[in-house]
């Protein structure tokens, strides 16, 4: 069975640092995507980054730059990180890594993810 849990949420002053993890478990998903979207309070859900099980990434123009998503896999484990520099008060929001089976990159659409975790609280504030 497929599960996704994040970790490593928290408070920040703004300028900080933060990484998200993602242990994936459940499926090998070499030929597939895991995403992070992130949601603040009276938003909708919108992509971060998606990463595939080759290594290829996308960014939302507005974590370029700032955001860096990487991979780590060993034989019992599947780790999805998200490296958060640079955070702003914007950035502030639950973050959630999600699955997404399709073997074509899905870009940051929600849509198309059919998994997902619980989520993570991120708050950047001074």
């Known amino acids: 069975q497929l599960q996704l849990v994040e970790s490593g949420g928290g408070l920040v002053r703004p300028g900080g640092s933060l990484r998200l993890s993602c242990e994936v478990s459940?499926?090998?998903?070499?030929?597939?995507?895991i995403g992070w979207f992130r949601q603040a309070p009276g938003k909708e859900r919108e992509g971060v980054s998606v990463?595939?099980?080759?290594?290829?990434?996308?960014?939302a123009d507005s974590v370029k730059d700032r955001f860096t998503i990487s991979i780590s896999r060993d034989n019992t484990q599947n780790m999805v990180y998200l490296q958060m520099n640079s955070l702003k008060p914007e950035d502030t929001a639950v973050y959630y890594c999600?699955?997404?089976?399709?073997?074509?990159?899905?870009?940051?659409?929600?849509?198309?993810?059919?998994?997902w975790g619980q989520g993570t609280q991120v708050t950047v504030s001074s």
């Open positions: 999600a699955f997404s089976a399709s073997l074509q990159p899905p870009g940051l659409s929600t849509e198309r993810y059919s998994f």
């Open positions: 459940g499926l090998l998903f070499a030929f597939h995507h």
């Open positions: 990463i595939s099980g080759t290594g290829s990434t996308d960014y």
